[in-house]
Structure formats: C-alpha cells, structure tokens
C-alpha cells in the first residue's frame, strides 16, 4: 500500500504546481494582455517557455487533452504560435486586407470603425492599426522586408504615407 501512496504523491504534487502556475499565467495574461512569459524570469518563465515548447510538438507534447485545453481556454493558441504559423497569419490579413481594399474598401487600404461591425472587420481594422504603429517605429518594427513588399504591393504603405528606401531613393 505504501507504494501505491508514493506512486499517487508526485502525481499531486505535479498537479498543484500545475494550478499555481496557471493561476500565475492567468494573472500575468490579465496584466499584460499575452500569455508570452519571458524565460529570463525565474522559474515560472522557465515554466511557461517549456509548456510552449510542449504545446508546438506534434499533438501538443506530452500535455494532456484537458491542460491543451485550460491552455487554449486561456487564449495561448495565438500566443504561443509558431514562427512560420505567425508569418502565415500575418499574410493571411495582408490577402483580407487586399481583399477588403479591391471590394467595400473601394481602393483604400484604411479600415474605418464602423457601428455594429463584425468581428472579422474589427479584426482587419485592429491588424491595419497594428501595422500602422509598427512602421512609425525605427526600422519599421517588427516589419519584415517581405512584409514590407506585401504591403507596397497592395499599395497600403503609399496611402498610409510610409517612405520606403526605395521612394526615399527615387526622391
């Protein structure tokens, strides 16, 4: 019987410290708005990096269905994507905005807030304003040079008023 209590013990234990740190990322998400923990901080940061790195294996690791789940409950889908899902999103919205500027948008790459807008409009609308930050900033951000061409493509850095080097050079 012993060991049947040494076996059940580390299981406990493994769950409580499962709870506190949840409870600390759920506490984090709600102070910063990401579920992105840096590493560097301490031993919780260490935690989340490893369940990130669990929750990009092939059917999530070796997390169980109903921590993916607590985890994904938690809004850690977008978060902890990966490098290419990310790149693959980004130019998923820049095809929307694309879209969006070839139809309703009559030629224009600026998304107006409207009254009673779908979410995949306000979704659009938030990606374009993210965009529009990121550019004002030295070096564009976090703006690839790819994505720095998708968006002169579609035409959105010229009506956005963004001197890329190249009009800089044309100047």
């Given amino acids: 019987i012993g060991a049947i209590e040494d076996w059940k013990e580390p299981a406990a234990r493994e769950q409580r ?3 506190r740190n949840m409870a600390k990322l759920k506490a984090y998400k709600e102070a910063h708005g ?19 790195i669990e ?3 092939p059917s999530h690791g070796s997390l169980t269905s109903a921590r ?21 999103a980004w130019f998923a919205m ?11 948008g009559e030629g224009s790459c600026s998304i107006p807030k409207r009254e009673g807008e779908t979410d995949a409009h306000r979704k659009l609308r ?4 993210t965009q529009k930050k990121n550019l ?9 040079h790819e994505r720095m061409d998708r968006l002169e493509e579609i035409g959105a ?9 190249m009009t800089q050079y044309s100047k």
């Fill in 136 to 144: 004002k900033k030295p070096d564009h951000g976090n703006i690839t």
């Fill in 94 to 104: 820049a095809k929307e905005l694309e879209d969006y500027r070839d139809g309703p």
């Fill in 68 to 88: 993916v789940a607590e985890l994904e409950e938690l809004g850690v889908a977008k978060d902890w994507q990966s490098g290419r899902q990310r790149a693959d």
């Fill in 34 to 52: 990401h579920t992105n923990k840096p590493q560097r901080d301490g031993r919780f940061g260490k935690w989340v990096h490893n369940k990130i």
């Fill in 126 to 129: 938030n990606w374009v304003n």
């Fill in 55 to 57: 929750y990009r294996k």
């Fill in 157 to 165: 850095l010229a009506q956005w008023g963004v001197d890329t080097w």
């Fill in 17 to 19: 410290n499962w709870d």
